[in-house]
């Protein structure tokens, strides 16, 4: 009975899914009469009347670079089997002095320059043993470079379009990782002696500097990346070699499947016109508000993936591209899952240190309460944290404090659980239990889609569907809630799927 229900839920999710995108698709079939210049001729295998969405310019930019300079990196694997080969203690030395060099072509010499500096005054003030001033330095280059200041310097530097998008993207990663080598550094209470300090910054030089990952992520602790490239990374043996080149192929098969997806679902240039996007019905409204994070999934899935693929070829393991979104109800498990780096950096540098430790069941109730409060405050500073490094801007700071409320229910919602009240929820069958989680995390579910909204697209468009679809009456709100109820229950259902097969997996290994 369990499977006919829950074969219920999934051909409700996916039936509705694909009717909103279906809806979306043909309200903005025509939208390149209303902004030209955010398309171009698509494909010609799929006719002359096909226009693809060539808004995006992060998607551009960083496919443009993949195809101009892949000869670099590709370079950069062949060089570093060969040196894991003869001698593995000079592959610090290869890879700062390659990505300097790599950084010089990509970007500009000048550019490339402040890519050094940077990482080099954190390696000065890191020699002071004390984090707060790591942390402080942190944030004031955050600040720095949302500063008109900064604007001035980048144009100083005269870039291209593309040069300055990726030196801008770059900063950003490059931010991260000082702070990461600096406590991991500190944490280490290694003491460099003079002779040691020349190695000490070539390693740092090759944390900070690693292509491609500067300009795509996803982010590694130094802790982390160190202890495989000068440990635990090995030469491959061909057949291995042959299988991860595979894997790097498959990814880049995924990219022509979102090249084509850009023919149809133009979910990217409809968001600057919100005009347009109000004359939508509910359905398309809701179509475009899952259509903006499942191609910024699969976006990520590329991107990620593909670099991800590349650091494999040398033996280097970066975290996993995202978790599909249509599988995540909680945004607790959006912000684990998704960007898998940045939330253990942000777990690692900021969550923990500010005290955000695990609640024990067996806690007194005062002791308890105490570190409910400690965990939200230290969520609040993570969700600060966040929302500077994105950008401040309006929409950011909404989906951010959307975010940090929604997180902050589920700790709430999980000390609730530890009372003795909440343990009577143990006691129903594990059908009733996931039909209530599902009814409670409804609600949860659809705020969490509109802070998506906001973060992928603007603050308008993420009004527009708050006051349409959630603020539009029971019609449109009453079957969403229903379709989203079923989402909540596929959600669950694939997370024990995944359970599952890891406990197997497990229980192989052990055996």
Request: proline share 4%; hydrophobic share 45%.
């Amino acid at each position: 009975m369990m499977k006919l229900e829950n074969l219920f839920y999934w051909l409700v999710w996916s039936a509705s899914t694909l009717y909103a995108l279906f809806r979306f698709k043909n309200s903005c079939a025509h939208h390149y009469t209303i902004s030209p210049s955010d398309f171009k001729r698509g494909w010609e295998i799929l006719g002359f009347f096909h226009i693809k969405d060539n808004s995006d310019v992060e998607w551009l930019i960083l496919t443009s670079t993949f195809k101009k300079f892949y000869m670099l990196f590709l370079f950069q694997v062949i060089c570093t089997n060969i040196i894991l080969r003869i001698n593995r203690t000079i592959t610090p030395f290869f890879y700062a002095i390659f990505s300097v060099i790599s950084l010089s072509l990509i970007i500009g010499y000048a550019a490339a320059a402040v890519f050094i500096f940077y990482p080099s005054l954190m390696y000065i003030f890191h020699t002071f043993h004390r984090k707060s001033l790591c942390y402080m330095m942190t944030i004031c280059a955050l600040f720095f470079i949302h500063h008109p200041l900064f604007n001035f310097i980048r144009v100083s530097i005269l870039m291209g379009d593309s040069e300055s998008f990726l030196f801008d993207v770059g900063i950003a990663w490059l931010i991260l990782k000082s702070l990461s080598f600096a406590i991991d550094r500190i944490d280490s209470k290694k003491t460099s002696s003079m002779a040691s300090i020349f190695t000490d910054i070539f390693c740092v030089l090759s944390y900070s500097l690693y292509l491609p990952v500067l300009f795509t992520g996803p982010i590694i602790t130094y802790e982390t990346f160190c202890n495989q490239m000068i440990k635990t990374a090995q030469p491959l043996p061909l057949k291995e070699l042959i299988y991860r080149f595979l894997l790097l192929f498959r990814h880049i098969l995924w990219y022509f499947v979102y090249e084509f997806l850009l023919h149809y679902i133009y979910s990217h240039a409809v968001q600057f016109y919100p005009d347009t996007v109000q004359n939508y019905e509910s359905f398309a409204l809701c179509g475009l508000g899952y259509a903006l994070p499942k191609m910024f999934f699969l976006k990520y899935y590329i991107i990620y993936g593909v670099s991800k693929c590349i650091s494999k070829l040398e033996d280097i393991e970066l975290p996993p591209p995202p978790k599909c979104i249509s599988c995540v109800h909680l945004s607790s498990e959006l912000w684990r899952h998704f960007d898998r780096g940045l939330y253990l950096w942000i777990l690692k540098y900021l969550y923990l240190p500010a005290g955000g430790a695990r609640v024990h069941s067996g806690m007194l109730m005062n002791g308890a309460c105490g570190q409910i409060l400690q965990k939200i405050q230290a969520l609040c500073i993570c969700f600060t944290f966040v929302c500077i490094w994105h950008g401040m801007d309006t929409s950011i700071v909404v989906s951010t404090c959307l975010n940090c409320v929604l997180v902050a229910s589920e700790i709430a919602v999980k000390f609730f659980l530890t009372t003795e009240t909440g343990k009577l929820f143990k006691t129903f069958s594990p059908g009733t239990q996931n039909r209530i989680s599902a009814a409670f995390a409804t609600p949860h579910f659809l705020m969490m889609c509109i802070s998506c909204c906001f973060f992928l697209s603007n603050f308008h468009i993420g009004m527009l569907i708050i006051r349409k679809v959630v603020l539009g009456g029971i019609t449109p709100l009453g079957p969403l809630l229903l379709i989203m109820y079923c989402g909540c229950h596929v959600s669950i259902s694939w997370k024990a799927h995944q359970q599952n097969n890891k406990s197997v997996i497990m229980d192989n290994k052990s055996n």
